[in-house]
């Protein structure tokens, strides 16, 4: 894991990630812990979880088996933290899937499963933490896409998943701002994480970065993760419904080649 600062923002504070066992979500869990916050990753994989929490040692980072798609296991795992914990200050929903085909191409089942995972578990698991989050003023992080921003080729559920998390977020802003609670999204493009290892390989795929981003190169976990401890922590006290890439530039373009 990459170092990260420990300046104790997030001291006596408790996060629940979802997704926390790979990728984006294992980052902004080593970013919160380094910053002093107990934090609880969510996941279906035991082991996977495991091996976050141990890589940071004499932090506290748990391990919390639940499936967010699965509203009453959800429902269940976020308030058994708060319970145990005396305290939920912020909530990351960053668990998300795939399931890539055009719509004449995707089955139904595949659709239901992005679906389910990526938007009904920003809504299970938000609506199980907002008890907790409204005694401390606290905060909702949502992982987003710039599919979000914009279509993606052979992408339509994902897509639109990932494009109704963003309306949901300026939404739930608006909803719960007057009880202190500030809801956000960042959009990550291309992301070095392990579901996108393979994509990355692809020479064609690396020569469109190098056309398609501003800065050239795909992102680090860490730094996707730097944004979501910046807009739940009070330096983004004043910020809610926010959409914010990072995705180097990716969504600043027109569209256009670049031809120089």
């Given at each position: 894991?990459?170092?990260t600062?420990t ?7 408790v ?20 910053e ?13 979880l495991d ?26 795992a976020?308030e ?6 005396g ?39 938000s ?11 606290g ?9 979000a ?15 109704a ?11 719960y ?16 994480t392990?579901?996108?290892a ?9 020569d469109?970065?190098r056309n398609r ?10 730094e ?5 401890a ?31």
């Open positions: 894991m990459d170092k600062p300046d104790g923002r997030f001291r006596g504070k996060v629940v990630i979802t997704g926390g066992g790979e990728g984006i979500g294992a980052a902004a869990a080593d970013r919160f812990a380094a002093g916050a107990t934090v609880a990753i969510v996941g279906r994989t035991k082991a996977k091996r976050v929490a141990a890589q940071r040692q004499g932090s506290t980072i748990e391990s919390v088996v639940a499936d967010v798609s699965d509203e009453e296991e959800i429902s269940r976020i058994a933290v708060a319970i145990r914990h305290r939920l200050d912020t909530l990351v929903n960053n668990a998300a899937t795939y399931g890539p085909g055009p719509i004449d191409q995707i089955d139904s089942a595949t659709w239901r499963t992005v679906m389910a995972t990526n938007l009904d578990g920003v809504f299970f698991a609506r199980a933490a907002l008890p907790h989050l409204r005694a401390v003023r905060s909702i992080v949502n992982v987003g896409s710039v599919a921003l914009g279509g993606e080729w052979g992408m339509p559920a994902y897509s639109a998943s990932k494009a998390v963003g309306n949901l977020t300026r939404t739930m802003a608006l909803d701002g007057s009880d202190g609670i500030r809801v956000n999204a960042v959009h990550p493009g291309v992301t070095h392990e579901q996108q393979a994509l990355l390989d692809n020479d064609v795929v690396r469109g970065i981003v501003a800065l050239g190169r795909a992102g680090q976990p860490s996707v993760a730097a944004v979501v910046f807009l739940a922590s009070d330096d983004a006290s004043l910020v809610t419904g926010a959409q914010i890439p990072a995705d180097g530039g990716t969504s600043a373009t027109s569209g256009n080649p670049h031809l120089g």
